[in-house]
């Protein structure tokens, strides 16, 4: 990877970050209750959170630690900016990648996926395909259903262990890999599967995790997509 790349991908994400920090606190919530905007310490209104993770008036720490989503969509941008080429399909990936980075640590904290997350990410990243390429996004589109059917096929066989969420993620995540053939669908849903068992498996032999606990598939899927996508271009 070109240093250049790196550096500009860090840099974004770093600039990004107390953005989607104010994101990932707003839609951290359980299902049913409304969205958080106050600090729940001194009741100070919470739009963005800088990288130390901690209210800007009373210091208390909020959301994911210090310094892990700066890190985090740093190195994601870096990866797609050094892996694709087209200015638009780019704009599309980082775009999915943004809200993605907001949506696995909700996911993560409270196992769910909003769909004021997962439905904007599919709609803006649609935009961006269809303006690169009106062709090649019908492709991409059938690779979106196919992903998207695949996941409501197993949530309607076990809600329990995935859920509608996961359905409506694979939207965008399906137009994502769809635009680049539909081996990456195939390798793009099958590591995610993967890397959600490795981890469920690791938990599990821990001891942090007993069976019937159910971990997020969400971050799995979004990691099995940039994994498939950073492998095939
Ligand atoms: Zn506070």
């Not at 989503?69 to 780019?90: H, Q, S």
């Not at 053939?181 to 099958?190: R, S, T």
Request: proline share 6%; charged share 10%; glycine share 10%.
């Amino acid at each position: 990877m070109s240093p250049v790349w790196t550096v500009t991908g860090l840099l974004t994400g770093v600039l990004l970050s107390p953005v989607l920090r104010g994101q990932m606190f707003l839609h951290s919530v359980p299902n049913g209750e409304p969205w958080r905007t106050r600090c729940q310490s001194c009741d100070h209104r919470i739009r963005f959170i800088r990288w130390n993770a901690r209210c800007s008036s009373c210091g208390i720490r909020i959301g994911p630690p210090p310094v892990t989503v700066e890190l985090v969509t740093g190195a994601v941008l870096a990866l797609l900016i050094w892996r694709v080429n087209d200015p638009l399909a780019l704009a599309a990936l980082v775009w999915i990648a943004l809200v993605g980075v907001v949506l696995a640590f909700v996911d993560f904290s409270v196992h769910r996926l909003p769909d004021r997350l997962t439905l904007p990410a599919f709609a803006g990243a649609a935009v961006f395909f269809a303006a690169a390429n009106l062709a090649h996004f019908a492709w991409a589109l059938l690779g979106s259903l196919a992903l998207s059917g695949l996941y409501l096929v197993l949530a309607l066989a076990n809600p329990a262990g995935m859920g509608l969420g996961d359905v409506k993620l694979a939207l965008s995540l399906g137009l994502a890999l769809g635009w680049f053939g539909w081996l990456a669908v195939v390798y793009g849903a099958a590591s995610g599967f993967l890397l959600s068992g490795i981890f469920a498996a690791a938990m599990l032999l821990s001891g942090k995790l007993t069976r019937k606990d159910s971990i997020p598939h969400g971050p799995f899927m979004l990691l099995g997509t940039l994994a498939a996508i950073t492998w095939l271009t």
